[in-house]
């Protein structure tokens, strides 16, 4: 039996660290944490100390007995749980629910999985830092207190279901109101002008008005000024200018540029950065220091002055602007610089290889540039015509890496021809082009992460999982709008006239943009009324600046928890009693056939239009808003509109045809089959000749692609990607095939591989009772029956198992059908 016991969280975790320690130590995962609050009680003494009520979670009472029976063998256990207060917190709980003998026990910490840090990390072990675990209680038992109380109230006085929560409803808070900024928004058009012109050597280059004309007239009159004037350059000015790179990547910062570079969500990144660090690839990658080590400068040195030579190597340290950042820790950097790539899988792939960029360049030479500025003067009038450009004189650490930005209307500057004061120049084109001003973007994860780090709202680990949190509430979702056609006029002076063009121009585009939903905003609404307090932005950071206090140990926590508590408490009891209900509802006017008043608000089963109301002797008629319609902004006329559908459009090949609103959307009925209709389109504006269209698209689409064994094969794209479905099976589509010219071969690998997949994972089939078991992930095996699927215990051995003994279990676990009340 091993003499020491190493516990970390995750199992590629202890893959990676058993590697370096020898035959001495055994090393186990607890799986996370092993203790945390009741699911079905507040589990806070709140009319006391605060104190938490933790519980072992029934999943993880076999890791414990496992855990403790090894501790009892081991003369040392190591608690190896990451560096952070949520580690702190792991650790805490293990020697608590362990019951480890102090003498016994010592606290490791490492920043990166290698072997000279684990070894160093045993060197010189600690004890558990119960300021840090007071600092992650205390965001616990707040968030649950804020969380319990809150959303009970949202139940009565909303709407079933709902949550609220202290960093997740300010979140949703910023989406709102930058909603709301757009729709107030009037944009409001102007002329742009640009230019092209000629140098003597005919070399072209861009330029610009340095102002805008608000009228399409005064455009005009400027064109037209333009029209018999010669140019010339009127004055010149070169200077140098050094850019240097940006610090080495925080948590938020890579969460910003992997949404940015990479096109990952939030949580897809810390993900793939959590499996990079578990395989010692990375350091831990959750920290808001920009510092690197000395070793990490110097193996960062090595690699520069071996890659691209000595002059490209400029070591240098950089200071984090964030409060409480924790400047003992590291940057995400990777642990052997030399390593440029990994061949793990390709989002890991390209993670990597972004760390590993973003943390060679803050270590390489800044850039060298001569930007020159050019003023353009005519002789015709005294507006000045600008161009600027840029010239590398020296890439440094452009060779490798320049930051994205989040900003949409950034112009790169180019290069400009080599030009000389009072050289005379051609003019090409001058033109004035309709724009108009922008409404606030909508926020991307990446832009709303930088928005919360700029507010000091959550931390590092609580980003990715508050993102995640308020879409799977349905408070807010990705934007699926790609744009929509706006007309502008373009003024153009070219060989001595000015022509006037009518153009088009796809705006408004919100793909991948955060949208809040009717109920977010409702609940926001309610939520800002009611308890603006708690969703204040200054209050929520400071609760965080209270955080990092009592992880210095300047705070008590139970006390910042009573004061907090005995404002929090009554506020939610004078709510529950006085408030009224919030539905959102809006009065849009008076139907004309009936003369009763037409609202909208949220029902029971989501947002509707209403005509008539309750007190009325005839009962009110109701009908959905489709999924594209807010409550907001739905207007009378297309309110009025959704009481016209299902609407009968004709027959088609003997079958009647139907165009109607539905759960996921606006769709065409042909018989019995569905056919979606496109992004965007009102299902109003259908006719009988748009649906055959559809329809025989669908048809078309349907269509068998080759057969298998005498039976078709169909392709499509549904929620999960591209599929190809075969004899009720649905087989998905990897990105090495080429989906849009599937071979036949391609087709009979994909459906013979599914079914030896299907075939290994089956371990016993009983037809006749239709019963099976099969193998699951994890190494768990599943028994199902119909639509019951129940997961064995990992320590039955399932290819032992008789039909007797699986029906045993189908007893025993499957959910018990309720009986029907009788009515009285």
Known sequence: ?????????????????????????????????????????????????????????????????????????????????????????????????????????????????????????????????????????????????????????????????????????????????????????????????????????????????????????????????????????????????????????????????????????????????????????????????????????????????????????????????????????????????????????????????????????????????????????????????????????????????????????????????????????????????????????????????????????????????????????????KGTVEGEKRKYSKLTLTNGSVKEEKLSEKVGSDKGKLVPTDIGMIVTDFLVTHFEHILDYNFTAKVEEDFDDIADGKVDWTKMMKEFYNDFHPQVEHVQENADRESGERVLGTDPKTGRQVSVRLGKFGPMVQIGVAEEEEKPIFASLSPDQQLNTITFEEALGLFELPKQLGKYEGESVEVNNGRFGPYVKYGKKFVSLPTGVNPLSVELEDAIELIKEKKEADAPIYKYQGLPVQKGKGRFGPFIKWNNMFINVSKKYDWDNLSDNDIITLIEDKIQKEKDKLVHSWEDEGIRVEKARWGRHHIIKGKTKIELDKKVDASKLTLEKVKELIEKNAPKKKKASKKK
């Open 1 to 477: 039996m091993a003499k020491n016991l190493v516990i970390v969280e995750s199992p590629a975790k202890a893959k990676t660290i058993e590697k370096f320690l020898g035959k001495d130590f055994k090393v186990e995962s607890s799986f996370g944490h092993i203790a945390d609050l009741p699911s079905k009680e507040l589990g806070v003494n709140v009319e006391g100390d605060f104190k938490p009520k933790y519980l072992v979670s029934r999943d993880k009472r076999d890791v414990v007995k496992k855990l403790k029976d090894l501790a009892k063998k081991a003369d040392m256990v190591w608690l190896a749980s990451d560096e952070d207060r949520e580690g702190e917190a792991i650790a805490w709980h293990l020697a608590e629910t362990l019951k480890l003998d102090k003498e016994k026990t010592k606290r490791i910490v490492f920043h990166e999985i290698t072997k000279s840090a684990i070894q160093k990390a045993i060197e010189n072990p600690r004890g558990i830092d119960y300021d840090l675990v007071d600092a992650q209680q205390a965001r616990r038992v707040l968030d649950r207190i804020v969380g319990y109380e809150l959303s009970p109230v949202l139940w009565r006085k909303v709407k079933g279901g709902l949550s609220a929560g202290r960093v997740q409803s300010v979140s949703v808070r910023l989406i709102v109101e930058r909603e709301r900024e757009i729709q107030d928004f009037s944009p409001e058009a102007f002329y742009r002008i640009d230019a092209e012109f000629s140098n003597e050597e005919g070399q072209s280059f861009k330029a610009k008005l340095a102002k805008n004309f608000s009228l399409k007239s005064e455009a005009q009159q400027f064109l037209n000024s333009n029209i018999s004037s010669s140019f010339k350059v009127g004055e010149l000015e070169k200077k140098p200018v050094k850019k240097s790179p940006a610090a080495p990547f925080t948590t938020s910062t890579l969460q910003q540029e992997a949404s940015r570079k990479l096109s990952f969500s939030v949580s897809r990144t810390m993900t793939n950065a959590q499996r990079l660090y578990e395989a010692g690839l990375i350091t831990y990658m959750r920290t808001d220091s920009v510092n690197l080590s000395d070793e990490a400068r110097k193996g960062a040195k090595t690699a520069i002055e071996s890659a691209f030579g000595k002059t490209y190597s400029k070591s240098r340290n950089f200071k984090g602007k964030s409060k409480g950042a924790q400047e003992a820790h590291e940057a995400i950097r990777p642990t052997d610089f030399s390593r440029h790539s990994v061949n793990v899988d390709r989002d890991q792939d390209r993670l990597y290889e972004l760390i590993w960029k973003r943390s060679i360049a803050s270590q390489m030479s800044e850039a060298e540039l001569e930007r020159t500025n050019v003023k353009i003067d005519a002789s015709n009038h005294n507006e000045s015509f600008i161009a600027n450009g840029e010239v590398i004189k020296f890439d440094g650490f452009l060779k490798v890496y320049l930051e994205g930005t989040d900003d949409e209307d950034i112009e790169q500057e180019g290069m400009l021809p080599e030009l000389k004061v009072n050289e005379m120049l051609h003019n090409n084109y001058i033109t004035a082009t309709e724009r108009y001003t922008r409404a606030p973007y909508r926020y991307t994860e990446a832009s709303l992460v930088k928005k919360l780090e700029e507010l000091g709202i959550g931390r590092p680990s609580t980003y990715a999982p508050t993102i995640s949190t308020i879409q799977n509430r349905n408070y807010v979702e």
